[in-house]
C-alpha cells in the first residue's frame, strides 16, 4: 500500500534536510560568537604585550660612523656629512628564556624573561674601509648601536664591554634598518690598518611577549637559545642547525654566515632602504597547539556534519522500526547539538 505524499520517505527526507538547514542558522552564530572570543583574546595578549613587552628581536652591535667628505659643488669646496654603518665580523648569542602564563581577565598569553648574553668582534679588515673609502671619520662621534625590537621590555643591560673599555647604554634618537636601539658612545680610537681586532660583550635581560628572534648582522652569526617550554616552534628565515625538544623544555643552536643573508657588511645612510635585517630574523615561539578558540573553530567546522549524521540515524529508526519521530524532535535535538558548541 502506498503511504500519502506528505507521510512517504521522500517528503521526510526533504523535511528532514530543510531542518538541517535551518541549523545551518544557530550554527552560524555560534561560529560568530567563538570569532568574537578570538577576537577578545587577541586583544588582551596585545594588551598584555604592551605592557609586558613585545615579541622581541635583539642583534650584536653596529658600528656607527659619521664621516665627513668634500665635494665640488658649483665650484665651491662643500663639506657633507654620511652616517657610515659597519657590521661585526663575529658574534655569538645565548638566549635563555623563562616562560610563564599571564592571564587578563578570562584570556591569558604566553610571556618570558630572557637573559641574553652577547660577545663577537670587529674585523681589522673591516675597521680599515673607513681609510679606504676616504673621507675624514669622526671618531670621537662614533656610537656601537644595539638593535632591540621593544626596548620597553628591557629590564636589565650590562655596560658594554669594547676592548678594555666599560661604557654604559644610553637611549637612541636613531636605528639600525628600521630597528629601534639602545646606543653606547664609544669615541672609537682611529684604527690603523695592522690593529689586532676589537672584542666586545654586554648581557641584556629583556621581556618579551610569545617569540624571541635574532638578527644575523655579523659576517658570522652562532646562536644558542634554550628555555622551559615544551612546544617551541623554531621559525624564521633559518632553522637551527641542531635542536632538542621534551617535557623539560627545549634547546636550539644556529649558525648562520653572510654568504646565507642579503644584507652588506656595511653601508651608508643613504643605501639603508635597502638594508632589511627582520627579514633574515631566526628565532623561537612559545606556541600552545590547542588553545580552547582552536579547538572550538575546529568542531564548529563540523557542526553541520554532525547534525546531519544524527538525523540520518533518527530517520533510519523510523523507517527500519517503524518509529515515529516529530518534527519538533528533531528540531530540538538540532538545538541541543548546536548549544553544545556554546557550551
Not at 564548529?300 to 538525523?311: D, N, R, S, V
Request: proline share 6%; with cysteine.
Amino acid at each position: 500500500m502506498t503511504l500519502p505524499f506528505l507521510h512517504g520517505v521522500t517528503a521526510k527526507v526533504l523535511g528532514i534536510a530543510a531542518l538541517a538547514l535551518l541549523m545551518l542558522i544557530p550554527l552560524s552564530q555560534v561560529e560568530r560568537l567563538v570569532a568574537e572570543r578570538q577576537s577578545r583574546a587577541d586583544d588582551a595578549t596585545r594588551l598584555i604585550a604592551q605592557r609586558w613587552g613585545e615579541a622581541q628581536q635583539v642583534g650584536g652591535p653596529v658600528l656607527v660612523v659619521p664621516v665627513h667628505r668634500t665635494t665640488m659643488q658649483d665650484d665651491r669646496a662643500v663639506t657633507v656629512e654620511h652616517i657610515e654603518y659597519l657590521l661585526p665580523d663575529r658574534v655569538v648569542i645565548r638566549a635563555t628564556l623563562a616562560p610563564e602564563v599571564r592571564s587578563y581577565g578570562l584570556y591569558s598569553s604566553v610571556v618570558y624573561v630572557a637573559d641574553v648574553k652577547v660577545e663577537g668582534r670587529f674585523a681589522a679588515s673591516d675597521l680599515a674601509v673607513f681609510s679606504e673609502l676616504g673621507g675624514e671619520p669622526q671618531w670621537q662621534r662614533a656610537q656601537l648601536r644595539v638593535p632591540v625590537g621593544d626596548v620597553h621590555g628591557i629590564r636589565g643591560a650590562s655596560t658594554l664591554h669594547v676592548g678594555d673599555r666599560e661604557i654604559a647604554f644610553a637611549p637612541a634618537d636613531g636605528n639600525v634598518a628600521g630597528v629601534t636601539t639602545i646606543v653606547a658612545p664609544v669615541e672609537w680610537p682611529r684604527p690603523a690598518g695592522n690593529d689586532a681586532a676589537v672584542p666586545f660583550s654586554f648581557d641584556l635581560t629583556l621581556a618579551g611577549s610569545e617569540r624571541l628572534s635574532l638578527l644575523p648582522i655579523a659576517r658570522t652569526t652562532t646562536a644558542h637559545v634554550e628555555g622551559a617550554w615544551p612546544d617551541p616552534g623554531f621559525d624564521g628565515a633559518f632553522l637551527p642547525k641542531s635542536r632538542n625538544v621534551d617535557k623539560n623544555g627545549f634547546s636550539g643552536d644556529w649558525q648562520v654566515l653572510d654568504l646565507n643573508r642579503a644584507i652588506a657588511q656595511h653601508w651608508r645612510d643613504g643605501d639603508a632602504t635597502g638594508v632589511d635585517v627582520r627579514a633574515n630574523a631566526f628565532g623561537v615561539s612559545l606556541t600552545r597547539p590547542a588553545s580552547p578558540y582552536q579547538r572550538n573553530t575546529r568542531a564548529g567546522k563540523y557542526g553541520a556534519l554532525f547534525i546531519a549524521l544524527t538525523f540520518a540515524a533518527f530517520f533510519l529508526f523510523e523507517v527500519l522500526r517503524g518509529l515515529r519521530v516529530h518534527p519538533v524532535q528533531y528540531l530540538l535535538v538540532g538545538a541541543a547539538l548546536c548549544t553544545f558548541y556554546v557550551v
